[in-house]
C-alpha cells in the first residue's frame, strides 16, 4: 500500500497536497485500521497528493482534554504543532471527528493554523471536482441509517456531507428517530471510551444501538472509528450481527468499488 | 379625601418595585462573583442572537407543543404589559381608563388583550396539565421534587390568577361594558352578574382592580426567588451565549505558559520564582467563584424546563448526571454564598463548595461531553463548560480522576496514544 510519510516525501523535495491524520485508533485499533486503510485506498485512486506523519504523529490530547487534563492536552498539542509547522502543513484531513475537532478548533490558539476536513467533507470535495466518482455497485437499494458522530454533527456542524455520500451510493439513507442536531451519542465521548460507565440502568451503546435498529438497517454508517466501536458492541449485545453490518463512509465508497 | 386611593397606590408601587430593584442588584452582585470572560467580541452577531433566540423563540418551537403554548403565554404576557401602564396611571391620578380616550384603537387594544388573556389562561391549564396530569417526564426527574416542582405550579397558579382578574375587571365595569366594544371575552363573564346589584359588581370590579396590580408587583418580586427569573435574564443570556463551535474547549492560558516554559530548552530549571509572580491561578472549579460570570448567569436563567436532561444519554440510560441539575445546584450554591456576603459584608468561608457538597463526581464523570444539553437549551445555557471546569479542578487539583482514565493518561504521556502501544509501530497498519 503505497503510503508516503512527511519525512519522505519532504527528503524528496515534495510538499504534499494534503497530510492525512490517521489518529491513534487509525493507527492501532484493529477495526479502526480498517477505515483507515480504506480511506488510503480512495486517496491513491483519487491520486491525491497526501503523506501521513507516521511515527512522527502523536495523540492530539482529545481524550485528555475532556477528561480534564489541559496540561497533557496542551503538552501533546504543541508538540504535535511543532511537528506540523516545521513540515508546514496547510491542509490536514482526519478520518477522526475527535482528532478533527481538535485540529480545527483547539490547535490555533496554540500556534497551529490548519485546514482540517473530517474525511466526508474531504471525499465530497473529491467527489464535486470529479477526482472520485461513486455509484451504487453493491450497495444499491441497500438501507443504511447514518449515526451523526457528536463531534462531527453538533459540535462542528457536519451534517450533509456524510449523507450525501451515502445517496451517492444510490442506498436508501433511513435517519433515526434522534438525527443531525438531536442525534444521540454513541456513549464514547468526553474520555468515557477510556472507562467504565457510571452506575446506570442501561449503556448508552445499547440505548443508540436500539435506535439504529428500529430503522431496519442492512448497514450503520458512521464516521467515527469510536462511534464505530461502540455500535459494533450494541449490534453483538443484540445479536445482530448476521444482519447489520457497522461501516465507515470511507469503507463503504472503498468497498463499493471493490478497491 | 380622595387622594387615599391614590397615595396607598403610590407606595404599593414603590415597595414592590423597590424592592425588585434592590434584589436584582443582588443578582448582578452574585454574577459578578465570577471570573472575568470577555463577550464583548461581534455585538452584532450576539445581537441577533438575542432578537432570534429570545425574542423570536426559535429553539422554543423545536418541540412544537410546548413551544406554542409557551410563545402564546410569552406574547400574552408582554403584550398584556401595556394594559399595566393604563392601570399604574389610573392608579396615580385617580383616572379611570386613561387610554380609552383613544377611541375605536382603545376597544381593538382592550379586545386583543381580552383574546390574549383568555390564551393565555387556557394555555397554562394546558401546563399545568401536561405537569400534573399527563406528568411528562422531564418535569418529574428527581431534582424536581420540593421547592422546584411548587415553583413551577406556582408560576402557573400566578399567571391562573392574574389573567383571570384581568378578565373580571373587565367583566364587572360597568361603563365598559355598556360601550359593548373590545369585550369579546369579558362579555360573556360579565352576563354572570346580570342578577347582581350596582354596588356589588362596582366592589368586584375594584377588589379585581386592585387585586390584579398587588398580584402582578408580587409576581415581580417572586421573580427573585424563582426560576421564572429566564422571562427577564433570556434575553443577556442569549446575547452573551458563546459563540465557538461547541466542540471547541477553551484553552487554559495559566497551563499554556506552563507548559511553554517546560518546553522552552534555554529555560533554567533551577531558576527561583520571581518574587513578584501573582500565585499560580487555580485550575479548574470547584466551587462558584471559579466558574466565570456567564456560567453564573446561566445559572440564574434556567427555568427548569428539562430539555437539557431528556436529551442527555447519560440521564437517558439512567446515570446520576442530570444537566439541569447542574444548573440547578450551581444556583443554590451561589445564593447560599450570596447570603453568606449579606450575612457577613464579605465572603467567610462556611466549609462547603460547589463540588462534593452540591456536585457529585460521579456525575460530572457521567458525561460524554456530546454537547446535546447545549444544543436543545431554548436560551443556550452551556452545563457542559461546568462540568469540564469541575473536572479539570479534579484532575489538575486533586489528581482525582477515575483509575481507567488515569491509565488512558498515563499512555498518552508515555506512548503518544490512549492506548499501551509503542509509537514506532504507529505506521505498522499499512504492511499488515
Known amino acids: ?259 | 379625601m380622595n387622594y387615599i386611593d391614590n397615595i396607598a397606590f403610590a407606595i404599593l408601587l414603590i415597595i414592590g418595585i423597590g424592592f425588585f430593584v434592590k434584589n436584582s442588584k443582588k443578582i448582578v452582585r452574585n454574577i459578578k462573583l465570577g471570573k472575568n470572560i470577555d463577550r464583548s467580541d461581534l455585538p452584532k452577531e450576539r445581537f441577533n442572537n438575542m432578537l432570534k433566540i429570545a425574542l423570536g423563540q426559535s429553539k422554543m418551537v423545536k418541540r412544537p407543543i410546548a413551544g406554542i403554548l409557551h410563545i402564546i403565554v410569552y406574547a400574552g404576557f408582554i403584550i398584556i404589559n401595556i394594559e399595566v401602564l393604563e392601570i399604574i396611571i389610573d392608579g396615580l391620578f385617580g383616572t379611570h381608563r386613561v387610554f380609552s380616550v383613544l377611541g375605536g384603537f382603545y376597544s381593538f387594544l382592550i379586545g386583543t388583550f381580552e383574546i390574549l388573556a383568555f390564551l393565555v389562561l387556557a394555555s397554562v391549564i394546558i401546563f399545568w396539565i401536561r405537569r400534573m396530569v399527563l406528568q411528562i417526564p422531564r418535569f418529574w426527574n428527581k431534582e424536581m421534587k420540593g421547592w422546584p416542582k411548587n415553583d413551577a405550579l406556582n408560576i402557573l397558579y400566578f399567571e391562573m390568577v392574574l389573567m383571570s382578574l384581568f378578565l373580571l375587571m373587565n367583566a364587572t365595569d360597568n361603563h365598559f361594558q355598556n360601550l359593548n366594544v373590545g369585550n369579546p371575552i369579558s362579555q360573556y363573564i360579565a352576563n354572570l352578574f346580570q342578577e347582581s346589584s350596582f354596588t356589588t359588581v362596582n366592589i368586584i370590579e375594584r377588589t379585581a382592580w386592585w387585586l390584579h396590580i398587588v398580584g402582578i408587583l408580587i409576581f415581580l418580586n417572586y421573580l427573585y426567588y424563582s426560576k421564572h427569573l429566564h422571562i427577564l435574564l433570556a434575553f443577556p443570556n442569549t446575547y452573551f451565549a458563546n459563540l465557538k463551535p461547541k466542540g471547541q474547549f477553551t484553552n487554559l492560558k495559566a497551563v499554556t505558559n506552563e507548559v511553554k516554559m517546560m518546553m522552552d530548552p534555554s529555560a533554567d530549571p533551577y531558576a527561583a520564582p520571581d518574587e513578584n509572580a501573582a500565585p499560580p491561578e487555580k485550575f479548574g472549579a470547584s466551587d462558584v467563584t471559579d466558574l466565570n460570570w456567564v456560567q453564573l448567569m446561566n445559572a440564574y436563567t434556567c427555568t427548569e424546563c428539562g430539555r437539557c436532561t431528556a436529551a442527555c444519554p447519560a440521564n437517558i440510560t439512567g446515570k446520576e448526571l442530570s444537566p439541569r441539575a447542574i444548573m440547578m445546584k450551581t444556583r443554590d450554591r451561589l445564593e447560599e454564598v450570596g447570603k453568606n456576603i449579606d450575612k457577613n459584608g464579605k465572603f467567610m468561608d462556611d466549609g462547603k463548595q460547589l463540588l462534593n457538597d452540591y456536585i457529585t463526581a460521579e456525575e460530572i464523570w457521567a458525561c460524554t461531553s456530546c454537547n446535546a444539553c447545549v444544543e436543545e437549551c431554548p436560551v443556550n445555557i452551556d452545563p457542559l463548560s461546568i462540568i469540564i471546569d469541575l473536572r479539570r479542578y479534579l484532575v489538575m487539583e486533586q489528581s482525582a480522576a477515575p483509575t481507567e482514565l488515569n491509565s488512558m493518561m498515563t499512555n498518552i504521556e508515555n506512548n503518544g496514544a490512549p492506548w499501551q502501544y509503542n509509537q514506532m509501530d504507529r505506521l505498522n497498519w499499512k504492511d499488515e
Not at chain 1, 451534517?159 to 450525501?164: D, K, M, Q, T
Not at chain 1, 467504565?196 to 442501561?202: I, L, Q, V, Y
Request: charged share 25%; glycine share 8%.
Open chain 1, 1 to 259: 500500500m503505497n503510503v508516503p510519510t512527511m519525512a519522505e516525501m519532504t527528503a524528496q523535495g515534495i510538499q504534499p497536497d494534503v497530510l492525512f491524520w490517521v489518529g491513534c485508533a487509525g493507527s492501532f485499533d484493529d477495526r479502526a485500521k480498517k477505515i483507515t486503510k480504506a480511506f488510503v485506498k480512495i486517496l491513491n485512486k483519487a491520486n491525491v497528493q497526501f503523506a501521513v506523519l507516521g511515527t512522527e504523529e502523536g495523540c492530539t490530547g482529545d481524550p485528555a482534554k475532556r477528561a480534564g487534563n489541559e496540561f497533557l492536552f496542551q503538552m501533546h498539542a504543541m508538540t504535535n504543532i511543532e511537528v506540523l509547522n516545521a513540515y508546514e502543513v496547510k491542509k490536514i484531513v482526519t478520518a477522526c471527528p475527535h482528532c478533527f475537532n481538535t485540529l480545527k478548533n483547539e490547535y490555533p490558539e496554540l500556534g497551529g493554523k490548519y485546514e482540517v476536513l473530517h474525511h466526508t467533507e474531504f471525499l465530497k470535495s473529491l467527489l464535486d471536482e470529479g477526482k472520485i466518482t461513486i455509484e451504487g455497485g453493491k450497495f444499491k437499494g441497500k438501507r443504511i441509517t447514518f449515526h451523526d458522530p457528536c463531534y462531527l454533527g453538533r459540535a462542528n456542524d457536519v451534517y450533509e456531507a456524510p449523507r450525501l455520500l451515502i445517496e451517492k451510493l444510490e442506498a436508501e439513507l433511513v435517519e433515526m428517530k434522534r438525527c443531525k442536531t438531536n442525534g444521540l451519542c454513541c456513549g464514547a465521548g468526553g474520555a468515557q471510551m477510556f472507562k467504565d460507565a457510571e452506575k446506570g440502568n442501561k449503556e448508552i451503546n445499547v440505548e443508540r444501538t436500539e435506535e439504529a435498529l428500529e430503522t431496519k438497517p442492512n448497514i450503520i454508517a458512521t464516521g467515527c472509528p469510536f462511534c464505530n466501536t461502540m455500535i459494533t458492541d450494541g449490534i453483538k449485545a443484540k445479536d445482530q450481527e448476521s444482519n447489520v453490518e457497522v461501516m465507515d463512509i470511507a469503507e463503504l465508497i472503498a468497498n463499493a468499488e471493490d478497491l
